[in-house]
Structures are given as C-alpha cells and as structure tokens.
C-alpha cells in the first residue's frame, strides 16, 4: 500500500470483531472511518478506540444497514471526506430471532447482511479503484454450509420462505462468499484485492438474538468460545498482509485459503445472485 495516509472503512465496529478490527487497523497506522446505528454506541467506540490504539485517527459515520437510503447516504459522506479508500471491511451483520422486514421490505438478515454490502461495495468501488492497490475484505461465516439459495422461488431470499434465524444467518453468509467470488472476477487487473473469511466462532452478543432455543445454546457455550480480538485477526490478516494476491476471491480460515460449501463455487448461482442484488437495491 502507499506510504501516504491510508484510509480504512469499517462497518459494524461499535463492538465485536469490528471493534478490534478498527483497534488493529489503527495501530497499523490506518485512518479508520467506523460505522454502527447507535451514535452513542460509535463515540463510546471511538473513545476505546482511540485509548487502546494509543492513536487518535478514527472517524465516526452513523448508518443503519436495514435502511439501503442510509447505506448511499454513508457511501456519500465517505466520499465527500477523503479523496482516496485503502480498504473496506464489510464487517457489519446480525441475526434477528423473528422474521422481520427491512424498509424496503426484503428479509432483514438478507438485507442487512448481504444487500447493504453488495450497495455500499459498489457505491465506493470507483474510489476504491482509484486508490489501487486496495482491498475488500468480507466477513463471511463457517454457517453457510448446507446453506441453499433459490432464486427461483418467490421470496426465497426476501419472504419468509424455509425462514429460521440460523437459515436465514447461513443464507446471508453464503451470499457474503458468491459476491465475494464474482466481484474478484469483475476486479481482475485493476490491483483491487477482494476476500472473505470466517473468523471463527466468536463470542459476540450476535447469537444471543439467534431465537429462543439456538440462542440459549449459544449462551451456554459462549464462554468456550474465542474472543472478539482472536476473532479479528483474520479481517487484520487480510487487511495488512504484504502481498494479498493469492487471496483474491478467496475465502480464508485462519490465514489460509480454504474450500467453502460447493454452492459457494457455483460460478451460474452467483452472477444470477449479482444481478437480483442489483435490481433489489436500485443498481
């Protein structure tokens, strides 16, 4: 990357592995822009932040991921403040227990989980481009396997079709794995590095909202899991590795390159998965 001050976004880092992302990236000597829904919860962020980075270079940019309006209007002021993007973590995600609407009215985990990434990627990607050599790092999950998309069934991915939080959660996270596999294909030669990881399983409050029974269990083992600083090392890996080539469309565990879920390699089911995100959110 360039020697001149690198600028980083960050979405969902008002806690969790985005928290400790933006930490890491601070200490990497990044300027990093964080993104959540709360502005209480971003300036408490901010102030942890800045006190365990021993650095000051974090900015604030309030956003709802449910609401595709607030994701263009951060898009915006991202570009209005800095003239270059180094790197993008599409951090944000959630698990809702009941099935719930977005404004626009798609499936909430969908929406916010894949449709605000896909949008807010696409929005900054000519910045991202011009800033060459950057890079996109997704966070994607271990939960998409066995995960099934049918784009063929009317409300498969938008209405409350097979819906359960864990089906919905794996769904999102296999979708987060085909965007990341055919934006890599769009950005061939442009020294723009796209990837996606799983993070491991971390102890954030995400599962706490998986639903009455998978949410019990998750707070069960919750203090057998890693924690939300081990499970950033991963987004911090790809986010500051010398050479992020071999990566490129990658989807990463641990710091290697690993094989996810054979829907995820169907080349057919994600060019169709871009073309309904497009549509969706006006693209």
């Known amino acids: ?11 969902g880092a008002t806690a969790g592995i985005g928290l400790h992302t933006a930490i890491g990236l ?20 901010r102030r942890t ?9 974090v900015e604030t940019a309030r956003a709802d991921f449910s609401i595709l309006d607030e994701v263009r209007t951060l898009a915006d002021t991202v570009l209005s403040r800095h003239q270059r993007l180094d790197l993008l973590v599409n951090n944000a995600g959630m698990i809702t227990p009941r099935f719930r609407l977005s404004e626009e009215g798609y499936e909430l985990t969908f929406a916010v989980n894949h449709l605000a990434p896909f949008l807010l990627t696409n929005l900054l990607l000519d910045r991202l481009r011009a800033s060459a050599p950057s890079r996109i790092v997704t966070v994607a999950s271990r939960a998409h396997r066995g995960a099934r998309l049918d784009l063929d069934v009317p409300g498969g991915l938008t209405g409350p079709v097979g ?8 769904r999102s ?3 987060n794995i085909l965007f990341t596999r055919t934006l890599a294909r769009r ?10 990881l799983h993070p491991g399983v971390v102890a ?21 899991l890693i924690t939300p600083e081990k499970g950033a090392r991963t987004s911090l890996f790809l986010a500051t590795v010398d050479d992020p080539a071999p990566f490129h469309g990658g989807y990463v565990v641990c710091r290697s390159l690993q094989r996810p879920d054979r829907t995820a390699l169907d080349d057919d089911l994600a060019e169709r998965l871009w073309s309904l995100s497009a549509r969706l959110v006006g693209l």
Do not use: H
């Open 187 to 196: 950005l061939e030669g442009s020294q723009v590095v796209a990837a996606c």
């Open 26 to 45: 601070v200490r990497a000597g990044f300027r990093v822009i964080i993104t959540g829904r709360d502005g209480t919860r971003l300036q408490q962020a």
């Open 49 to 57: 932040i800045v006190e365990q980075a021993g650095a000051d270079a």
């Open 163 to 170: 819906w359960s939080p864990l089906n919905a959660y794996g």
């Open 173 to 175: 996270k296999l979708c």
């Open 1 to 11: 990357m360039s020697q001149e001050e690198r600028i980083a976004l960050v979405t």
């Open 204 to 224: 954030t409050a995400i599962g706490d909202r998986a639903g009455s029974v998978a949410g019990f269990g998750w707070r069960l083992i919750k203090p057998l």
